[in-house]
T-cell receptor, first 112, second 110 residues
């Protein structure tokens, strides 16, 4: 049972580089979301999607883009990496935004 | 004021102890409540949902107090394997998103 799959698990970027974090789910969930987790800050919502073709901003969207062309995939793009984006990123999916969320294993990103 | 607030701990307890965590939420329109568990360097996983009448799952009991806007988690007969961070999670009616507390760390020692 794959659930939510995130790649890569670890990444080091140089300031100014761009990259895409991949997220895929096989549970046919309509709702998908991206969080970042920093010490003492808890999980903060970056972007979310309530279905294919629909995305919206969360609490900390600046510096990130998303798209949702299929139900299964919800990639997160860092446009120009900054040291402040050093964090652990989690992708999650759920039937709706009000129900239990299933998380991927996370991506540990370091921007130097 | 944060939407969801938790005591960060850590709570250090011996095996077999009973420990309780509280979590307060600021929006009275909150409608769904959960406790998640997160092990070190792992993803959060649902521990249990919290229902208005309170609910129990083995050694774990969750309570909701809407009047005072807090939820609680009680762990009885603590095990070493209960050592983790416990996240309080709330959804506000009309919003399609979950709001996470910063978590309470529990350390169970032999």
């Amino acid at each position: 049972n794959a659930g939510v799959t995130q790649t890569p698990k670890f990444q080091v970027l140089k300031t100014g580089q761009s990259m895409t974090l991949q997220c895929a789910q096989d549970m046919n969930h309509e709702y998908m979301s991206w969080y970042r987790q920093d010490p003492g800050m808890g999980l903060r919502l970056i972007h979310y999607s309530v279905g294919a073709g629909i995305t919206d901003q969360g609490e900390v969207p600046n510096g990130y883009n998303v798209s949702r062309s299929t139900t299964e995939d919800f990639p997160l793009r860092l446009l120009s990496a900054a040291p402040s984006q050093t964090s652990v990123y989690f992708c999650a999916s759920s039937p709706t935004g009000r129900t239990e969320a299933f998380f991927g294993q996370g991506t540990r990103l370091t921007v130097v | 004021r944060k939407e969801v607030e938790q005591d960060p701990g850590p709570f250090n307890v011996p095996e077999g102890a009973t420990v309780a965590f509280n979590c307060t939420y600021s929006n009275s329109a909150s409608q769904s409540f959960f406790w998640y568990r997160q092990d070190c360097r792992k993803e959060p996983k649902l521990l249990m949902s919290v229902y208005s009448s309170g609910n129990e799952d083995g050694r774990f009991t969750a309570q909701l107090n809407r009047a005072s806007q807090y939820i609680s988690l009680l762990i009885r007969d603590s095990k070493l394997s209960d050592s983790a961070t416990y996240l309080c999670v709330v959804n506000v009616v009309g919003f399609q998103k979950l709001v996470f507390g910063t978590g309470t760390r529990l350390l169970v020692s032999p």
